[in-house]
């Protein structure tokens, strides 16, 4: 395999902070979802419903901050290049007149 030397990723582009901010999310939807779903301090604390609602929170916000980050990705200068199927918008055709 090749030696690939590691570059230091920008924070947007880098997975702690979608993680942590989703664990974070995610933590706090769990305690709601225990602490409300008791129906009173007599009651026992509902453990299934918190890890129900940690673990919802914590896939959807997951997928939506994934969602959002592929969606504000620049394209790779590249890709406007070429000819046939991927020609560049910079030359268009010129439009065959019919007579």
Do not use: H, Y
Not at 7 to 22: A, N, R, T, V, Y
Not at 41 to 48: A, H, Y
Not at 62 to 85: F, H, R
């Amino acid at each position: 395999m090749g030696n690939n030397p590691k570059k230091k990723q920008p924070w947007s582009q880098s997975i702690k902070g979608p993680l942590s901010f989703s664990l974070i999310l995610a933590l706090v939807a769990g305690g709601v979802g225990m602490i409300t779903s008791t129906g009173g301090s007599q009651n026992e604390i509902r453990l299934d419903v918190g890890f129900a609602c940690f673990g919802i929170a914590f896939v959807a916000s997951l997928l939506v901050i994934s969602v959002l980050t592929m969606a504000s990705k620049e394209n790779d200068p590249e890709l406007g290049k070429g000819t046939g199927v991927n020609r560049s918008s910079a030359n268009p055709d010129k439009k065959s007149k019919k007579d």
